[in-house]
């Protein structure tokens, strides 16, 4: 499914100057090394809603310092971090788990491999985060039951039913078998449809991490960017275990059908998007 959001003519923007790509490296490191102390050190104590501020301000400054804006178009969940609940997202880039965390903070599901990277894997497996090996189908079923159980236990979890990202111009099946957990325990799927717009409120793919591209050119890009909006479009939540959805399969072709339709969407006016206010310290 192909999903192009405008067809207008895209005349090149003025990429941001090198001063202002060296300010935002530098700004980002010092803010990596200020979230490996924050999860080293205090973290581990804190409860889950302690936790859930110390992930939302520190996704929010993320966002700041690449010169990033968030919108809200619908309505997110009313808790920060809302329990038994299912976020599902198309899958863009490595951007979108901020993103979603600086509006609706959950734990998330990722393909193994991550933990083994460098600094980003220690931080991925502190903060929670459920690793899947994708090249094995019986995993799935592990996973799932650690998702419950999170679940039922309060948790928001998070899943890119994708299975993989994309450049965000279209939309890959959904992966049905991780809707199994909210499925056991009763949950909430919230569907999220992602998008990405330049200076100029243009569809964009700049923040795109997909295919060959290095992590290292895809932060290149991003930096590029005089500025970028990530637009969160919420969907309509489906109730897990109703008559209507009392299967995976047909949670995940509900979820894919809200997360399609608000792709399909143009950039929304004023007055039905929101902009998140400044970000409190972290």
């Not at 491999?113 to 980003?120: A, K, T």
């Not at 590029?224 to 275990?241: K, S």
Request: proline residues 8%.
């Amino acid at each position: 499914m192909s999903l192009k959001p405008t067809d207008r003519p895209v005349p090149p923007l003025t990429p941001a100057p090198w001063p202002v790509r060296l300010l935002r490296l530098g700004r980002l490191a010092l803010h990596l090394v200020r979230g490996l102390w924050l999860v080293g050190t205090r973290y581990h104590r804190l409860s889950l809603a302690g936790r859930a501020v110390i992930t939302q301000r520190w996704s929010c400054h993320l966002m700041k310092i690449l010169g990033m804006e968030v919108r809200i178009v619908g309505t997110p969940p009313s808790d920060v971090f809302p329990p038994n609940t299912l976020l599902v997202a198309n899958h863009v880039s490595w951007l979108d788990i901020f993103a979603l965390n600086s509006v609706t903070v959950s734990r998330f599901v990722a393909k193994k491999e991550i933990r083994d990277w460098p600094v980003v894997g220690w931080l991925a497996k502190n903060a929670g985060t459920i690793f899947i090996d994708r090249s094995n189908r019986r995993d799935a079923s592990r996973v799932n039951t650690q998702l419950a159980r999170a679940l039922e236990s309060g948790g928001c979890m998070a899943v890119f039913p994708e299975g993989t990202t994309s450049d965000g111009s279209g939309l890959l099946p959904f992966k049905a078998s991780l809707f199994e957990s909210v499925r056991l325990s009763r949950g909430m799927v919230q569907p999220v449809a992602i998008r990405y717009f330049d200076a100029a409120e243009r569809f964009t793919t700049a923040a795109a991490y997909a295919g060959d591209l290095s992590f290292i050119a895809s932060l290149g890009n991003v930096l590029r960017m005089r500025h970028m909006t990530v637009e969160l479009a919420f969907g309509q939540p489906l109730q897990a275990g109703s008559s209507r959805y009392d299967s995976r399969f047909a949670l995940s072709e509900a979820a894919r059908g809200e997360v399609a339709r608000r792709l399909m969407l143009l950039p929304a006016p004023p007055d039905m998007a929101e902009t998140l206010p400044p970000c409190p310290p972290v």
